[in-house]
């Protein structure tokens, strides 16, 4: 690393946009909200990040790939750490974030008081399909290929598909 | 190298992990596809959830005994013998058929919701986050089980027939949940554990409005088993740790 280089916290932010989820890879860690804080403490980067879920196993990719990143620049002394509260919620995730998910096929979480409760054998409101944008939807299962998805399928264009649920 | 907050921390562990694992075995088994991936998820998280508990308990004996890395969620998880676990019998059970296997989570994840609801305000930081993040996953596994108990219940006369038979198998084991070990009256008076005798009436109360909706009678008392949580287990729990703890045994020091 270039010591006249100021590091800055929103400059490893930046760097830790290039590090993908890899199991939604069209998200970056930023995209998707998990990284928390950036603390600087002299020599040591500290990188603070949260599970979207308690058991996903992306987790411990994730770590290596951000660690890879910040090494690969010259940041010597990595230290990465998990929080878990407050907890992780899809409202993290940017308006950006949503369009690529949207844009690679899995339908974006909506604002998650509709979905999110006790109450049985209800859809919640209207997911849109990601293909032909028909709000004729239907759920074919609250769990889907992974632990943030839930399964859809489009009444008027067929395509099943993937909707990463409010959290 | 053992205090109430540990054997406590360990009892939530246990119990997901136990179950994490139960429903683990259906993967690749289930009913149909959706609900083979619904029930590995499930098992999923329970296991994230144990991971926690796992970390956090680990942390606490290595403090206790003043030996750094000595204990890690591995060697608590992975090589404590049956007497040492503190999951409720319960979690233990065989699946059996579809029917019991909902039920059974059914039954836990009633328990979980109740709990984890008042664990959030917990005294002890690390049990409080570990509650707030676990209970909106946990509301996804009662929304779902408690959906599955009501088709299977009023269903056709066989999945009605297997729901009753789960009734029957699995009502013996629900009442330890609500009878305190010594461990949570002691965590519980420092504010730091939930005093699970006050779940009892809601998770009554939320079994009963689905079993009315399922069509199955609520059992009326009867004998309850209990002994799970001081490490007096059924069993089954000896059967799960040999598959289990095979592969820590055999090859000493893997990680998660």
């Avoid at chain 1, 919640?124 to 399964?151: D, H, V, W």
């Avoid at chain 2, 956090?56 to 004996?61: E, F, G, K, M, N």
């Avoid at chain 2, 690390?126 to 707030?132: D, G, N, S, V």
Wanted: glycine share 6%.
């Amino acid at each position: 690393m270039n010591n006249d280089e100021k590091i800055t916290e929103k400059k490893i932010m930046e760097l830790l946009a290039q590090v993908n989820d890899p199991e939604v890879p069209v998200l970056s860690v930023i995209d998707l909200g998990i990284v928390r804080e950036v603390k600087l403490n002299g020599e040591e980067t500290e990188i603070v990040i949260t599970p979207t879920y308690s058991g996903c196993p992306a987790m411990d990719v994730i770590q290596i790939n951000i660690r890879k990143v910040l090494l690969e620049k010259g940041f010597k002394n990595v230290k990465i750490t998990n929080t878990l509260s407050p907890a992780w919620t899809t409202d993290w995730m940017s308006g950006h974030a949503k369009e690529k998910l949207k844009a690679f096929g899995i339908a974006p979480p909506t604002i998650k008081q509709q979905v999110c409760h006790t109450e049985l054998f209800h859809d919640g409101e209207a997911i849109q399909c990601p293909r032909c944008n028909s709000y004729n939807t239907r759920m074919i299962s609250r769990f889907g290929s992974t632990a943030c998805k839930a399964l859809y399928q489009c009444n008027d264009c067929r395509e099943p598909f993937d909707y990463f649920k409010c959290h | 190298m053992t205090s109430p907050l540990i054997n406590y921390t360990l009892h939530l562990a246990d119990n997901a992990l136990i179950l994490g694992h139960r429903n683990s075995e259906w993967t690749g088994h289930g009913p149909v596809l959706e609900q083979d991936i619904a029930i590995s998820n499930i098992a999923l998280d329970l296991i994230g959830q144990a991971r926690n508990f796992y970390q956090y308990a680990a942390q606490l004996i290595n403090r206790s005994t003043n030996q750094p890395n000595t204990a890690t969620e591995d060697t608590v998880a992975y090589l404590r013998d049956a007497h040492d676990f503190k999951n409720c019998l319960l979690v233990e059970q065989t699946n059996g058929d579809w029917a019991k296997t909902i039920l059974k989570q059914f039954y836990f994840s009633a328990y979980q919701f109740y709990l984890f609801q008042r664990l959030r305000d917990s005294k002890d930081e690390t049990l409080a986050a570990i509650a707030e993040k676990s209970l909106k996953e946990v509301t996804y596994h009662l929304r779902w089980s408690s959906e599955w108990a009501i088709r299977l219940g009023d269903g056709t006369e066989e999945s009605h027939a297997r729901m009753t038979n789960a009734v029957d198998d699995l009502w013996m084991f629900a009442g330890e949940m609500f009878v305190a070990a010594d461990y949570e009256i002691a965590c519980a008076n420092k504010g730091e554990a939930v005093d699970v005798v006050l779940l009892k009436s809601d998770w009554l109360q939320k079994v009963k409005a689905i079993f009315n909706e399922a069509t199955l009678p609520v059992p009326q008392h009867s004998w309850m088993q209990s002994g799970g949580k001081e490490g007096r287990h059924t069993e089954h729990l000896g059967y799960i740790l040999a598959e289990m703890q095979f592969m820590q045994r055999a090859y000493p020091g893997s990680t998660w």
